[in-house]
């Protein structure tokens, strides 16, 4: 079946540092993949995705790159502020089926 | 705003008790998905409906139900209520069925159950 598995957090960093959580996949068929993000209290809004190989998906600074020979989809920006505060989640969503198989969640707090 | 709308925001109800959450998607959208966030189980798909039938199922219990109707919005019925249902379910939509479409969530209906 398909599973995500997300570096664990949570991550505690400085403004103006630098971000970067891991993510790695398995799945059965040709998956896309998802970054999405929640602010405390507010539902998932999607932060960025690639549907194929060597797919670089940016958003608000944002950047993850499908690299397939890893199976990993990592997700890094150069320099986080206070309002990147908030849990990011990496996803799935098979060619077979089109549900979000989601990872775990990373909690990241960007300290002024 | 995604444009998912969910109602009720907050439900408090008692153990063995049936509760109905209600889902909106966006305009056009024709799929709708539940999912289940817990602390233990992180965010778990249930179901998915696609222009009024169910097309894909997770580890939905047998005590859960969904609907969807012909004016697209979706309900989602959990019965015999246990404390181990209370969680954060969330309502998803996308235009079509295909793996790359966007799905779009709603703000959540956070379960309490007593």
């Known amino acids: 079946g398909n599973s995500v598995t997300q570096m664990e957090g949570p991550v505690t960093l400085s403004e103006e540092a630098f971000l970067t959580i891991n993510c790695t996949y398995t799945?059965?068929?040709?998956?896309?993949l998802f970054w999405y993000v929640q602010y405390p209290g507010e539902g998932l809004q999607l932060l960025l995705k690639?549907?194929?190989?060597?797919d670089k998906g940016s958003n608000k600074g944002f950047e993850a790159t499908y690299r397939k020979e890893t199976t990993s989809f990592h997700l890094e920006k150069g320099s986080v502020q206070v309002s990147d505060s908030a849990v990011y989640f990496c996803?799935?969503?098979?060619?077979?089926?089109?549900?979000?198989?989601f990872g775990a969640g990373t909690t990241v707090t960007v300290r002024a | 705003d995604s444009g998912v709308t969910q109602t009720p925001k907050h439900l408090i109800t008692a153990t063995g008790q049936r509760v109905t959450l209600r889902c909106s998607p966006r305009?056009?959208?024709?799929?709708v998905y539940w999912y289940q966030q817990s602390l233990d189980q992180g965010l778990q798909f249930l179901i998915q409906?696609?222009?009024?039938?169910?097309?894909a199922k997770g580890n939905i219990l047998e005590r859960f139900s969904a609907q969807q109707f012909p004016d697209l919005h979706s309900e989602l019925n959990l019965s015999s209520l246990e404390l181990g249902d209370s969680a954060l379910y969330f309502c998803?939509?996308?235009?079509?069925?295909?793996?790359?479409?966007?799905?779009?969530f709603g703000p959540g209906t956070r379960l309490t159950v007593l």
């Open positions: 996803a799935l969503s098979d060619s077979n089926d089109y549900k979000l198989s």
């Open positions: 799945a059965t068929g040709y998956p896309s």
């Open positions: 690639a549907t194929k190989a060597d």
């Open positions: 305009s056009g959208d024709l799929s």
């Open positions: 409906y696609y222009n009024g039938e169910e097309r």
């Open positions: 998803a939509s996308s235009v079509g069925l295909a793996n790359n479409n966007e799905q779009f």
